[in-house]
């Protein structure tokens, strides 16, 4: 019998063979310099291929011609990093600004945020919703990682919260949470006590689930993070973990002496930088990560110098989100100089500690804070301004784009399945004209945007901004 086969299985390993040349992929993307997040090496002359939305080979061009790609594309004088994470926004305003935050899905897009953190609003249901449908490919948009609703006290100043009273209701509310799925877990404080804040943190830990908060200003840092939070969010707390009087400031915090400004001014006041520093080690060895929110802070703290009246940006912005904005600026417009004095030098020194926190091995995570009432720190671009405000004040652009990229994916644990351009990992990719690793600035000069393996060339962002400004002004000339 073995004759007679041994002809069909030689022509079969020909054609095998001449095959083995053209790999079927959806996507090859040619000539490019890979810029290597891991390291900062930059790879030129490489490629990309991509298949059922995932990177299946990252290697130099002289390989590319195994491939057989529905669509190629030239990238030369490009430089590509992953897709871009802002691990810091919101969806609300309220059950009437549905389609407004939907348009904040191809904003992000547009700017090469490929994947973000919502980190609590009131249209929970919305944003869960949009997680599936774009999960399914149903919806365009960045792929979300939500808290769900975050974890309050009774009475909370915010809007959407599960609010809880005890210990009871606090797990009651982590089963809801669970039930979810929600992707971690938001605590904020404005009607939480201390107590159940702890509590919520050993809840967070107990069931595995990841914890992000701002933190009680009576409560050191050290034991938050010792008690399990993975994530504060804003840099107010590591300013004030930084002072030689933190337990002083904790406690008249308690007592209800000192308002959260007064507080920040008194550690800014006492700030020490080995204080600082051995704070910051004991966070980093714990594993609590910072999203230090800059950009917004800064727009509040120097809203008497701009007030953005005339950005551009704004025609992106849907009336009833502009809207929202009126609360931190009839809030700012109510300082006088003294108190406006203070809110620069808060700034100034938070944003500081950054090459402080970098250098301690504290976890940064790029979260810009954009979506509604904080103003002028825009859903999208707001990522750019972010990373420049990381540079300006001491990270190498490589760290703000690790920050944006690697870490961000890796603190949510999918390091596995993005934030990188290897093969296995989702396509998201950004392509760059010019070499970020030189100029952090040059995030923002896109020239396409792999999402999910779906190229998006200039034209096509373009036509993306395009359609959401259309949108916005015709809502606010009441056409729609
Ligand atoms: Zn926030």
Excluded at 133 to 143: A, V
């Amino acid at each position: 019998m073995k004759p007679r086969f041994a002809l069909p299985c030689l022509l079969l390993l020909l054609v095998s063979c001449a095959h083995r040349e053209a790999v079927p992929v959806d996507l090859l993307v040619e000539n490019i310099t890979i810029v290597d997040l891991h390291d900062g090496r930059l790879l030129d002359h490489h490629h990309v291929a991509v298949r059922d939305q995932r990177i299946v080979a990252v290697a130099d061009d002289r390989e590319a011609a195994r491939f057989r790609a529905t669509r190629t594309i030239d990238g030369k004088g490009t430089y590509a990093i992953p897709g871009l994470w802002d691990m810091h926004v919101h969806f609300g305003g309220g059950e009437a600004l549905v389609d407004e935050n939907r348009d904040l899905l191809p904003l992000y897009v547009a700017h090469g945020v490929t994947t973000v953190r919502d980190a609590a609003g009131d249209l929970s249901t919305q944003v869960l919703q949009w997680r599936e449908q774009i999960r399914k490919g149903e919806l365009q948009g960045p792929t979300i990682y939500t808290s769900g609703p975050k974890i309050e006290g009774k009475g909370s100043i915010w809007p959407g919260d599960l609010e809880v009273a005890n210990e009871t209701e606090l797990r009651a509310a982590f089963d809801q949470l669970e039930a979810m799925h929600v992707d971690f877990i938001k605590i904020t404080d404005s009607a939480l006590s201390p107590q159940l804040f702890k509590a919520a943190l050993a809840e967070g830990e107990r069931r595995g689930m990841k914890t992000s908060a701002h933190v009680p200003m009576s409560l050191m840092l050290d034991d938050v993070s010792a008690a399990g939070l993975d994530s504060i969010e804003h840099m107010g707390y590591a300013l004030k973990a930084g002072s030689t009087r933190e337990r002083e400031i904790a406690d008249a915090s308690a007592m209800g002496k000192l308002s959260y400004r007064d507080a920040l001014v008194q550690a800014a006041d006492s700030f020490d930088h080995d204080t600082a520093l051995a704070a910051y080690r004991k966070l980093a060895a714990r594993g609590t990560a910072i999203t230090p929110t800059l950009y917004g802070s800064r727009v509040t703290a120097y809203l008497d110098q701009d007030d953005h009246h005339d950005d551009d940006y704004l025609h992106y912005i849907g009336p009833g989100l502009k809207a929202t904005y009126a609360w931190r600026v009839e809030r700012a417009a109510k300082d006088d100089a003294d108190a406006i004095a203070a809110r620069h030098r808060v700034y100034e020194m938070s944003a500081a500690l950054l090459p402080l926190l970098q250098e301690a091995g504290v976890t940064i995570l790029a979260g810009t804070d954009a979506g509604f009432l904080n103003s002028f720190d825009y859903p999208g671009i707001g990522l750019h301004d972010e990373l420049r405000e990381y540079v300006r004040y001491g990270l190498t652009p490589l760290q703000a784009l690790q920050s944006a990229t690697l870490r961000s994916a890796a603190f949510l644990g999918h390091e596995g399945d993005s934030g990188d351009i290897a093969a296995g990992k989702v396509a998201d990719i950004v392509l760059l004209d010019r070499n970020p690793l030189q100029d952090i600035g040059a995030t923002r000069a896109i020239h396409a945007v792999v999402l999910k393996g779906d190229y998006l060339d200039r034209a096509a962002l373009d036509a993306l901004l395009a359609n959401v400004r259309a949108r916005v002004h015709a809502r606010e000339t009441g056409t729609r």
